[in-house]
């Protein structure tokens, strides 16, 4: 068993720590939002994550999990301290690094022995000198440590089982000893290991991001080929998949990438490299062709009412940025929803997790408690969100129950055969035959 702090319990520190705890450590998760911590200690998750509130009680009534305020009481008897706070996007597009900063700080000042620091932060390339840095100057007296970096690479939705069965756990340290010793932490996992220095594995993490970004816009771009040609880009992505040199992943098109990781991390190597005088056509060209699907989803909405949603009443099928969270951050949905208020239409939803979170983000959107109160009345419906419930809705009914039954399908998720016999003028993403008779 081993002492483990983690700082920060937003969506990659409570999942690092609660698996972390499963696999037989004690950890403290650390927080400064104290009504964050309150509700934690009272089993009140922070996030919606399937399994995770089940996987913090069980650690917490076992006593390998508990949730603290003070640094003095999380690193009492620290060996490992992973450092996962939030690096928000700046103005500019940059890392917002203030929260790494702090969390830093408050490290060197309660430190009472020797610690391996870890980022799991994705954290701009040379972040780990910096807070090696920051540690050492701010030490009322000097105490041995390393900073090793470890990078996230969980998806929200799956996160559990991403960390419980990783493809890869990379590992960069200018310290063989500490790095030796995370991936010891690691090895309960059985995957492969990298080992390399701090700079390589925080390039690792953000490489590995833009390169998926890239992927789907790359796919959303053959998609508006593929619906000029008259081809169906789903099967051109399944034929493309069973290359094992491009893989069948993130190949979906659709209204493309959002959430926490992918917009701030493309911005972030894009300005890093900027800062360097570097150009990013391919970075820059991505970030393009996946903000531009949200402008098409609300076009081609007009174009199935006529050319205009001006008056029309449109409802979205989801609003969370993908399905099994309920994160809102950078959601497609906001952006459709706000370009449909700007052209005169009046907007419902309904997601069945990110209600609650789209109620400050989205005031003038109507809120609806299920998908078939929100449809009835509606001239169009817009499927934002790939959520399960959605492709075992009762479509007969939901067509009985509109005022016109035009679906712009973003997502791909139903069969345009079907929608056709149903009675639906519809229309989804890169399928050729959307401008067939």
């Known amino acids: 068993m081993k002492q483990i702090c983690v700082i920060g319990v937003g969506y990659v520190g409570l999942v690092t720590g609660a698996c972390f705890a499963d696999l037989g450590n004690r950890v403290v998760a650390l927080d400064m939002n104290k009504k964050r911590i309150e509700n934690l200690k009272q089993g009140i998750m922070p996030i919606y994550e399937?399994?995770?509130?089940?996987?913090?009680?069980?650690?917490?009534?076992?006593?390998?999990?508990?949730?603290?305020?003070?640094?003095?009481?999380a690193l009492?008897?620290?060996e490992f301290i992973f450092i996962a706070v939030g690096t928000p996007s700046g103005v500019n597009g940059e890392a917002d690094l203030q929260y790494v900063a702090a969390a830093a700080r408050s490290i060197a000042q309660n430190m009472t022995g020797p610690l391996i620091i870890i980022n799991k932060s994705t954290v701009p390339i040379g972040t780990g000198d910096w807070v090696a840095d920051i540690v050492r100057s701010a030490q009322p007296k000097p105490i041995p440590f390393s900073v090793v970096s470890c990078p996230e690479f969980l998806r929200e939705g799956t996160a559990i089982s991403d960390f419980m069965n990783p493809h890869r756990i990379v590992i960069g340290s200018l310290d063989k000893e500490a790095a030796n010793k995370v991936a010891e932490l690691h090895l309960p996992l059985r995957a492969p290991i990298v080992i390399?220095?701090?700079?390589?594995?925080e390039?690792?993490?953000?490489?590995?991001?833009?390169?998926?970004?890239?992927?789907?816009?790359?796919?959303?771009e053959i998609a508006e080929i593929c619906e000029a040609l008259g081809a169906d880009v789903k099967e051109v992505a399944a034929g493309m998949g069973y290359d094992i040199r491009i893989g069948k992943l993130f190949l979906d098109a659709g209204l493309g990438w959002g959430g926490s990781c992918f917009p701030k991390d493309v911005r972030?190597?894009?300005?890093?490299?900027?800062?360097?005088?570097?150009?990013?056509?391919?970075?820059?060209?991505?970030?393009?062709?996946?903000?531009?699907?949200?402008?098409?989803?609300?076009?081609r909405t007009a174009e199935l009412l006529g050319g205009s949603v001006k008056g029309k009443t449109i409802g979205l099928l989801g609003l969370a940025f993908k399905p099994n969270t309920d994160d809102m951050r950078d959601a497609p949905s906001i952006d459709i929803a706000h370009g449909l208020i700007e052209s005169g239409a009046q907007v419902r939803a309904y997601d069945p997790a990110a209600m609650d979170a789209a109620?400050?983000?989205l005031p003038a959107v109507d809120l609806f408690d299920d998908p078939y109160s929100m449809a009835e009345g509606c001239d169009a419906l817009i499927v934002v969100t790939e959520w399960n419930e959605f492709k075992q809705l009762d479509l007969e009914r939901i067509k009985s129950l509109m005022r016109t039954p035009v679906i712009f399908d973003g997502r791909n998720i139903y069969d345009p055969i079907l929608m056709k016999q149903l009675g639906f003028t519809y229309r989804s993403?890169?399928?050729?035959?959307?401008?067939q008779p």
């Open 196 to 201: 390399t220095d701090l700079r390589t594995a």
């Open 203 to 220: 390039m690792i993490k953000y490489a590995s991001n833009a390169f998926l970004a890239t992927k789907i816009s790359f796919i959303n």
């Open 268 to 299: 972030a190597l894009a300005y890093m490299a900027k800062e360097k005088a570097l150009e990013t056509p391919i970075l820059d060209a991505a970030v393009k062709v996946n903000y531009r699907q949200r402008k098409a989803a609300v076009q």
């Open 50 to 73: 399937p399994g995770l509130d089940e996987l913090v009680k069980r650690n917490v009534k076992a006593g390998r999990l508990s949730f603290t305020t003070s640094y003095a009481e």
């Open 76 to 78: 009492h008897g620290c």
């Open 429 to 435: 993403v890169g399928r050729g035959y959307n401008h």
């Open 359 to 361: 109620r400050s983000i």
